[in-house]
Structure formats: C-alpha cells, structure tokens
C-alpha cells in the first residue's frame, strides 16, 4: 500500500528558514520519522507531496529510492494536493501529514479501515492539553491535574483511504474542511481511536517537547513489525 505525505507545510510558527518538513528532530528531518514510521511496519513505497521549499526536500529524499517528490504547488491546499495525484491513486492508499508522529498500529488501523465498509479511515486523538486544569466541585478548587488529555476527540492525521475518496476533492479543496465533513455527512468516515504517543510540530514549543521525547527514546519509533504491508 502506497504512503503519501503532505509536504507543502510553510512551518511559519517555527523558528529558521527550512521548510517544516526538514525540521529536524534528534538532527533527523521530522519527514524522515514519519517515514520511519511506517517503513518500521513494512511499508516501503512513499509519495511525498512537496510544496513550499520542495527542492529542498526533493534533494534531501532523493538518495532514496522509496520515495518519490512530486512537486503540487506552493499554495495548494491539502485536498487540492491529494487531487493532483489522483491518477496515480487507483488502489487503496495510507495519507498523512509530514510533520506528526505516533505509536500507531497501522496494521489495527487498516483491520478497522476494511472491517468498516468505509471510504476513508481517520485516526483520533485525544491530545494533551496545553496547561493544568483545576478540579472544581460546586463552588470549591478541590485539586489540580496537570497537563490532561482533551475529553474530545480531534485529527490525529494517519488516514487508510479508498480511491472513491478522490471524488470529494477538487484542485481547491481544502482537505480538512469539505471533504472530510461530506464524507462524515454521508457516512463514510470511519474512525480509529488511538490512546498512545501522538505529537505534531506546529510551534517551537511542539519542537522542543519532540526534542525531549527524541531522548526519552523516541515512542514513535518504537513499533515495528517484519510483516511487509502490502
């Protein structure tokens, strides 16, 4: 199964110059992890679609020969990134962005993709909320907790995706808006909870708690299988 990542990210809230998916974690790019990722769980054929800086990328991808660049603009959005590649998604697909990590079982997440009959499978998350919450019972602080999950659910950015999932996209779709809000109107969005490690770069702060999870050991990196993903 093919792997595409979404590479056009600007990676504005972070400190530099170098596109986000070459911010380095551990002094590796945080592309490369993701890769590592999957690659760790028998995948080995990656698409990486490359925007904002993609020469970089390119150059930086191009010593091996799993992955491929392919250039879909530097302001397209991640739907309109997806389309631009739709004749060479004929078969089912895994999508994902190049700047979040995880110790997801992706073979449980494709088990519930093709048990669920659904045109697209998402991963949820409960991420980590930013700050300690304080424990209130009528009108008394009884105690604190410190930096809990969110009770809510949100995108946690490993997709298992069917080819039907393309005629949802135009070359201005953003893929996180319409798209993924039809596909739920219809009923064809499945979801895969996962409660391990998840993290995604988004400012400098995210960049040095990966840094600190880097050498912690790195949980994302921890899974791995010998079994090729097909």
């Known amino acids: 199964m093919k792997v595409v990542i979404l590479c056009g990210g600007r990676g504005t809230r972070l400190d530099g110059e170098c596109p986000k998916p070459l911010a380095e974690i551990g002094g590796r790019p945080i592309v490369e992890h993701v890769i590592g990722i999957y690659a760790g769980q028998g995948f080995r054929e990656f698409m ?47 999508l994902t962005y190049a700047d979040g990590v995880a110790d997801i079982d992706l073979a449980a997440l494709r088990a519930v993709h093709e048990r669920s009959s659904a045109l697209a499978t998402m991963t949820v998350v409960r991420p980590e909320l930013p700050f300690g919450v304080a424990v209130v019972e009528k009108n008394r602080v009884v105690g604190f907790r410190e930096k809990p999950r969110a009770e809510q659910w949100v995108n946690g950015g490993f997709f298992v995706m069917e080819p039907a999932v393309l005629t949802y996209l135009r070359p201005d779709a953003v893929l996180e808006r319409e798209p993924l809000e039809r596909l739920a109107a219809d009923g064809v969005l499945a979801a895969y909870r996962h409660d391990g490690f998840w993290r995604c770069l988004d400012t400098t702060k995210d960049l040095i708690a990966l840094e600190e999870a880097w050498a912690g050991g790195a949980p994302w990196l921890r899974r791995r299988t ?5």
């Open 48 to 94: 990486l679609l490359t925007g904002h800086g993609g020469d970089a990328v390119a150059a930086w991808a191009s010593g091996d020969p799993r992955v491929e660049c392919i250039d879909t603009g530097v302001d397209t959005p991640t739907g309109g990134r997806v389309e631009a590649v739709r004749d060479r998604l004929r078969e089912p697909f895994c």
């Open 226 to 230: 010998s079994t090729a993903a097909g």
